[in-house]
């Protein structure tokens, strides 16, 4: 993923749900204070890529709506400025292969406690469960926030 390692880098994981808009925030107030940057890593996958045998299509998925989309919600979260300090990406794959991936050699990966699976992936086992078990750096597991305060404030 060509990643620039004269400072400490970030990856933090989003989806558009609430902990992961947590997890973000997290990830820029961590970097800020380490002189690092953040890679914000959305993933997307084909459906059936990886039980079926014949190749998987989803017409449906539009690549530069999905990056805008993105865009849309790093600007969101963080405002303008705060999200043109943040490198996003946007890459095919499962979602833990691809956060797995992007996270070598970086200081640390966020992500948060609940994503936008359902239940199937609940049985499965979740997406930072597996970034916990399988990465090679420190794991940062972000709640979502609640409407009193904010968590995730010790760093």
């Known amino acids: 993923m060509g990643t620039d390692t004269s400072s400490p880098r970030v990856v933090v994981g989003v989806d558009g749900s609430p902990s992961s808009h947590a997890a973000l925030r997290w990830a820029v107030r961590y970097a800020d204070l380490i002189g690092g940057t953040v890679d914000a890593v959305a993933a997307w996958d084909l459906p059936g890529a990886y039980g079926w045998?014949?190749?998987?299509?989803?017409?449906?998925?539009?690549?530069?709506?999905?990056?805008?989309?993105?865009?849309?919600?790093?600007?969101?979260?963080?405002?303008?400025?705060?999200?043109?300090?943040?490198?996003?990406?946007?890459?095919?794959?499962?979602?833990?292969?691809?956060?797995?991936?992007?996270?070598?050699?970086?200081?640390?990966?966020?992500?948060?406690?609940?994503?936008?699976?359902?239940?199937?992936?609940?049985?499965?086992?979740?997406?930072?469960?597996?970034?916990?078990?399988?990465?090679?750096?420190?794991?940062?597991?972000?709640?979502?926030e609640s409407r009193g305060g904010r968590s995730g404030r010790r760093a």
């Open 53 to 144: 045998s014949a190749l998987a299509v989803d017409a449906d998925f539009d690549e530069a709506s999905a990056r805008q989309r993105l865009n849309q919600e790093l600007n969101d979260v963080l405002g303008a400025e705060g999200a043109a300090s943040v490198r996003a990406l946007l890459v095919c794959g499962n979602t833990v292969d691809v956060l797995l991936t992007a996270a070598e050699e970086a200081e640390a990966l966020v992500v948060g406690s609940r994503g936008r699976g359902g239940f199937a992936r609940a049985l499965l086992g979740s997406v930072s469960q597996h970034v916990a078990h399988h990465a090679r750096c420190p794991v940062v597991i972000v709640r979502p």
